[in-house]
C-alpha cells in the first residue's frame, strides 16, 4: 500500500522523504537537510529506510549534542513512527504519514515553507482547509480502496469526508478500520459501495472528528476492503 512521508519542520516546511534514498542532516554545505543552528554537528545524523520492517529509521553520526526522538536522547538506531517528534539542535521537526494524493500545505493548517526539490509545493487549498478544519486534505487519485487502504496501514481513527460528490458523503474510521459510512440516503455497506464505485475527487480527514453516534459497518479493516473489493470485481464481470 502506498504511503507518502513527509517531515515537517516547526517553521512549516514540509520535506517528502523517498524509501529510496537516505537523508543526512547537519551544518556542512552538500547534506541533504541543512541545520543552520550552532548546536548541530556538520554532519549531525542520517535517516534510512529500512525495507525489512518498513519503516524510517534515525542514526546519529556520531554528533556532539545528540538527537532527541520524542524528547529522549536516542543511544542506537531508532525508528521513527507517524507523529513522531525528533529535536537535532534547536530545531524541531514530525514525521507525517499521508495517502498517496494528499496536500502537505494542509499539515497543522498552515502552509510549509517551500524552497527545495525535495519539498512538493502546488495544489494548496488553504481556504478549503481553513473551512472544514481538517487534519490534511488532497485528492482521491487511486480511488477509495487504495486510500482506505492506506488508513488500514496507518491505523489512523476519525472522520474521512469526501468532497464534491453527494453532499454529506464521508466515512468514520477506529484504529483504521471504516466503522461507519454515509453517502446521500445511503448508510453502511451500500453508502461504501456506491463511494467506491464513484469516488469523489477529494478527501479531507478530521483526526479529532468524534466518534459516529451510531455503526452500519462491523468487522476488520481486511474483511471490509476485501468484500467492497469482491463486489467490485464482480460487477467488472
Sequence with gaps: MAVDYYLVSASRRAYRLRTE??????REEGVDIVLQDALASRRHCEMRWNQEHGCWVMHDLNSRNGVMINGTRIT??????????????????RMHLL???????SLGNQAPQISTLETLGPGFSLGELAAQGATFTGQVTGGLLDLLGFFQVTGKSGRLDLIGGPQG???????GAAVHAVCAAKKGMDALMELA?????RFAFHADAPAPAERTLTGSAAGILMEVARVLDENKK
Design 99 to 105: 495517502p498517496p494524493g494528499s496536500d502537505p500545505g
Design 76 to 93: 542506537q538506531p531508532t525508528r521513527i513512527d507517524d507523529g513522531c517528534q525528533v529535536q537535532i539542535g534547536g530545531q524541531v521537526y
Design 21 to 26: 534514498r537516505p537523508y543526512v542532516f547537519g
Design 197 to 201: 464505485v464513484n469516488p469523489p475527487p
Design 169 to 175: 458523503a464521508g466515512i468514520h474510521l477506529t484504529a
